[in-house]
C-alpha cells in the first residue's frame, strides 16, 4: 500500500496540449505559455549561419553521426560550463531535442514503477507529463522562497527510497524561486548520502535581471549523483529544439545507448548552424539584449500586479526568469476564474502539485506579451479577483 503522501500516477486536467491552446489564443491577451518574445530572436543572424554552413560543410553534414552531436559544439558548451565551475568534457555532454527530450530520456533511462521521484510542489508541468508514463511514486516537496524545502526532503530520503530529485534551482517554474547556495551544497549532499540522482533543469540561467549569478547545483556535485539540464530555446529559438544534459560519463553512456531507441540523435544542420552562429556572433550581446527587455517587462507586471491586484493577493518578486507566481485567497479557484476570463488567460496553479493541488494559485508570464499587453492583461486580472471576492461565499 502507498503511503498517504505519495501517488503512483499524477492525472491532471492540465497538460503541455492544454497549455499550448491557451497560449495561441488570439482573442486574449496570453499570459499563459512560457513563450519567449518572438520580436527578439536573432532571426537575420540565424539565417545566415544556416546559410554558411549550408555553403561550405562536407557532404557528411547530411550523414548519420555521434548520437553525442556536433564535437565542435560541444567543444564550445565545454567552455562555457567550465566558467560555472563545472568539471565536464565532450565525453559528457549530449544534445538533446530541448530540454524537455533530456527530462525524458532520464526518466526512461532511472524510473520503474513505483520508483521514488521528489519533485518541488509547485513544479514545471512538462517534466511531471514526462514522468508520468513511468508511474513514479510522487514526493512533493514544498517550495520556500530559497528553494525547496530540503529538511522535508531530507525526512522522506530517510524513509523513503527516492532514486531522483527533479529541481530548477534559478528562477524556478511557475514560482519564479531562486535556489541559495546553501541549499545547493545541500541538496548535493543529499543526493549522494541518499544515492539519489538530482535532475538539475536549469533554462533560466542566462535570463538574471537583478543580483548575483549563482553557481548551478552541479558545482558542488563530487560524487556524479547530479545531471544538469541545459537548452538554447529561451536564449535563441524554442523552434532549433536544442538542449543538452550533463553527467557522469556512465549516464551519458547509458543514455545514448538508450537514444538509439528513441530518435538515434539530433539534427547535424541544426547543430553546425548554431555553432556557426556561435562563432560569427556574440551571444553574451544577445542575452543582454534579452535581458534589458525582459527586466523592462518584468517591472512592469510587477508594478501593474501591486496597483491592481486586491490586497488579498500576494505574488511572487522574481529576479529573472519567465514567470510570476500568484496566490490568492484559499477559497478562490484560479480556474473558474480562467474560465470567466474574456479578456487575458493564464495557467491555474493546481495541476502543478502533484499531490495537494491547491486551487488558489496562478502563473503569469511576462516575455511573450508587450508592455501595454502587459498593463491591460493585469487590470482584467485584478477586476476579475475583485469580482470573484465579491461574489465568492465565505
Same mark, same amino acid.
Given at each position: 500500500m502507498l503511503p498517504k503522501n505519495a501517488v503512483r500516477n499524477f492525472q491532471g486536467s492540465s497538460s503541455l496540449a492544454d497549455l499550448? =491552446? #491557451?497560449?495561441?489564443?488570439?482573442?486574449? +491577451? =496570453?499570459?499563459?505559455?512560457? %513563450?519567449?518574445?518572438? !520580436?527578439?530572436?536573432?532571426?537575420?543572424?540565424?539565417?545566415? !549561419?544556416?546559410?554558411?554552413?549550408?555553403?561550405?560543410? !562536407?557532404?557528411?553534414?547530411?550523414? %548519420?553521426? =555521434? &548520437?553525442?552531436?556536433?564535437?565542435?559544439?560541444?567543444?564550445?558548451?565545454?567552455?562555457? +560550463?567550465?566558467? #560555472?565551475? &563545472?568539471?565536464?568534457? &565532450? /565525453?559528457?555532454?549530449?544534445?538533446?531535442?530541448?530540454?524537455q527530450q533530456a527530462i525524458k530520456l532520464l526518466a526512461s533511462l532511472f524510473l520503474n514503477s513505483g520508483?521514488?521521484?521528489?519533485? /518541488?510542489?509547485?513544479? %514545471? +508541468?512538462?517534466? &511531471?507529463?514526462?514522468?508520468? /508514463?513511468?508511474?513514479?511514486?510522487?514526493?512533493?516537496?514544498?517550495?520556500? =522562497?530559497?528553494?525547496?524545502?530540503?529538511?522535508? #526532503?531530507?525526512?522522506?530520503?530517510?524513509?523513503?527510497?527516492?532514486?531522483?530529485? %527533479?529541481? +530548477?534551482?534559478?528562477?524556478?517554474n511557475p514560482t519564479g524561486y531562486c535556489m541559495s547556495i546553501p541549499k545547493r551544497k545541500r541538496l548535493a549532499k543529499l543526493a549522494a548520502t541518499y544515492d539519489a540522482l538530482i535532475i538539475e533543469d536549469d533554462p533560466y540561467r542566462e535570463l538574471r535581471y537583478a543580483g548575483e549569478s549563482l553557481p548551478p547545483i552541479k558545482a558542488f556535485d563530487q560524487t556524479g549523483n547530479v545531471a544538469l539540464i541545459g537548452s538554447f530555446s529561451k536564449i535563441l529559438s524554442p523552434a532549433l529544439r536544442t538542449g543538452w544534459v550533463i553527467a557522469a560519463h556512465s549516464i551519458i553512456s547509458d543514455l545514448a545507448n538508450l537514444r538509439l531507441a528513441f530518435d538515434c540523435q539530433s539534427p547535424n544542420v541544426v547543430l553546425e548552424a548554431i555553432d556557426q552562429y556561435l562563432t560569427d556572433n556574440c551571444l553574451s550581446d544577445h542575452i543582454q539584449k534579452l535581458r534589458n527587455s525582459y527586466r523592462q517587462k518584468l517591472a512592469v507586471m510587477l508594478n501593474c500586479l501591486q496597483q491592481y491586484l486586491p490586497n488579498e493577493c500576494h505574488f511572487s518578486k522574481p529576479q529573472g526568469g519567465f514567470f510570476v507566481w500568484v496566490t490568492l485567497p484559499q477559497d478562490l479557484d484560479a480556474s473558474k476564474l480562467l474560465h470567466l476570463s474574456q479578456q487575458v488567460t493564464f495557467l491555474p496553479g493546481k495541476d502543478m502539485f502533484v499531490n495537494s493541488h491547491p486551487i488558489n494559485h496562478l502563473r503569469l508570464n511576462f516575455t511573450g506579451t508587450t508592455l501595454e499587453e502587459i498593463q491591460r492583461g493585469c487590470q482584467e486580472l485584478g477586476n476579475l479577483m475583485k469580482t470573484a471576492l465579491v461574489t465568492t461565499p465565505k
Open positions: 499550448f =491552446s #491557451l497560449s495561441d489564443q488570439t482573442n486574449a +491577451i =496570453s499570459f499563459s505559455g512560457g %513563450y519567449p518574445d518572438a !520580436a527578439l530572436f536573432p532571426q537575420e543572424k540565424l539565417q545566415q !549561419a544556416f546559410q554558411q554552413r549550408l555553403a561550405t560543410a !562536407a557532404p557528411d553534414l547530411f550523414q %548519420y553521426r =555521434s &548520437v553525442l552531436g556536433d564535437l565542435n559544439l560541444r567543444k564550445k558548451l565545454t567552455n562555457y +560550463i567550465h566558467q #560555472l565551475n &563545472v568539471e565536464c568534457s &565532450v /565525453e559528457n555532454i549530449m544534445f538533446t531535442q530541448g530540454g520508483d521514488g521521484l521528489a519533485v /518541488e510542489g509547485p513544479t %514545471y +508541468i512538462g517534466a &511531471v507529463e514526462a514522468f508520468n /508514463e513511468y508511474q513514479p511514486t510522487y514526493y512533493e516537496i514544498p517550495m520556500e =522562497s530559497d528553494g525547496m524545502d530540503l529538511d522535508v #526532503l531530507e525526512e522522506k530520503l530517510q524513509h523513503h527510497q527516492i532514486k531522483l530529485i %527533479y529541481t +530548477i534551482p534559478n528562477f524556478q
